[in-house]
């Protein structure tokens, strides 16, 4: 990229103090600037009852909501889970949000126990498609949810019972399962599957019920022998019959995002499961290292084939995020000054809007392109998400004085 020169400077503190003074300032921005408006704007909803009507799918760049004709589960149930998270940090709006977000989403649920892939904006049935990345949100939504004072099992209930219909409706005999029901063949997807391993284990932390992490096991016995490429240590993202590799550009494609998604995944399966899986971890973050992050700007690029050729030199905003994930979650020597570089990123480039938007402080810019000037054409609700679990893992690594560790 050339647009935007190096990436900011490493705080004469050092990375540790780098990395303090980013967490910060990550802290005002999403809870001073970032959760009042989306808690607002960024709700759909009637006077009195602002997320009566769900969460917004998008807004335009001007930082207005766009109405589009549908709303997309996986929207609402992202949403459903960052203001369930800003609950728990006792973000004093959040729970609210969180209950009317939880109201709308069941009008997604099929009578069968699966759940349609999209709504109208007052919240009809439109496209009663499963689709297992929708599916796998919201089980994770759910898991979240139930954590709340006061919910009680249903969520729970709704959750494992979700899983069952994954399980009876959606399976591939080769293991994984089917992207779409109806199945629409086309390339078989790591993605979905990934998520539904991170609602799982979200599951568990909710019950800590052993029985919650069985298909935890199966899903890293699937990435472990199919997902992973064992010769180069990269994270397939397409694959045909029998999980081989798909044809063409599609089977060489990976992004270092997922890799760095998968670390920190890795980690928090080892932590619960006890399972060791350092070693797969590691596989990972080298290669996304090697060759999915630029070395003037510490921007993580969208993609790169299997032999860690550029792809795509765009950079999303999720793929920083999930670069910060997983520095944090993996690094056990402590490399602050890669981590508060990519935070700095995150910051300086991407958690603010356009500048002609009157709300551009509360929103974000979701891509950057080639030359590094920004690329999108809406502010996405999405990537909420992302940014959260981002910050989540930023401030666990800060309290638990991750900083204060320097590199061998």
């Given amino acids: 990229m050339t647009g935007i020169g190096n990436a ?15 967490h910060a300032r990550f802290t005002d921005w999403l809870f001073g600037q970032a959760l009042p408006f989306w808690a607002d704007t960024g ?29 997309r589960v996986r929207v609402q149930a992202r949403q459903l889970f960052v203001f369930s998270w ?27 126990g699966g759940w ?32 709340l004072d006061g919910v009680g099992e249903p969520p729970v209930a709704l959750a494992r019972e979700t899983l ?12 994984g399962f089917l992207n779409r029901l109806p199945d629409e063949g086309g390339a078989w997807q790591q993605n979905p599957h990934m998520h539904l391993f991170e609602a799982v284990l979200a599951l568990y932390d909710a019950t800590r019920q052993a029985d919650d992490l069985t298909l935890a096991h199966r899903l890293y016995d699937l990435f472990r022998t199919r997902f992973l490429d064992a010769t180069t240590g990269c994270l397939g993202e397409y694959f045909q019959a029998d999980w081989a590799p798909a044809a063409g550009e599609a089977g060489q494609w990976t992004e270092p995002g997922h890799h760095f998604e998968w670390v ?11 399972v060791e899986t350092r070693a797969e971890a590691d596989s990972l973050y080298r290669f996304a290292f090697a060759h999915g992050v630029q070395g003037d ?27 910060l994930r997983g520095i944090l979650s993996h690094d056990a020597q402590g490399n602050a000054s890669l981590a508060a570089r990519v935070g700095e990123n995150l910051l300086e480039y991407y958690l603010h809007g356009p500048k002609a938007c009157p709300s551009a402080q509360a929103t974000w810019t979701d891509q950057l392109d080639a030359q590094g000037q920004p690329a999108a054409e809406r502010i996405p609700t999405s990537s909420l998400y992302h940014i959260v679990t981002a910050y989540d893992e930023l401030d666990r690594a800060v309290r638990e004085g991750w900083a204060e560790k320097t590199p061998a």
């Fill in 264 to 274: 920190w995944l890795l980690h928090a399966y080892t932590a619960r499961s006890g």
């Fill in 297 to 323: 700007t510490a921007l993580v690029r969208d993609a790169v084939s299997r032999n860690g050729q550029v792809l795509s030199n765009a950079a999303r905003l999720w793929v920083q995020g999930e670069a």
């Fill in 164 to 175: 069952r219909w994954i399980e009876t409706e959606m399976p591939r005999p080769e293991g």
């Fill in 116 to 147: 349609v892939c999209r709504l109208t904006r007052s919240g009809e049935v439109l496209d009663s498609t499963a689709d297992l990345y929708d599916l796998a949100f919201v089980v994770f939504a759910l898991a979240w949810y139930a954590r």
């Fill in 8 to 22: 900011p400077s490493v705080s004469s503190q050092g990375g540790g103090g780098a990395l303090r003074a980013v």
């Fill in 43 to 71: 709700c759909d909803g009637v006077v009195g009852m602002p997320a009566a009507l769900g969460a917004q799918e998008h807004l335009t760049c001007e930082g207005v909501p766009a109405h589009p004709a549908f709303k």
């Fill in 86 to 112: 800003a609950a728990l940090r006792g973000w004093p709006e959040a729970r609210a949000r969180a209950d009317a977000l939880f109201e709308f989403l069941l009008r997604a649920r099929r009578a069968d």
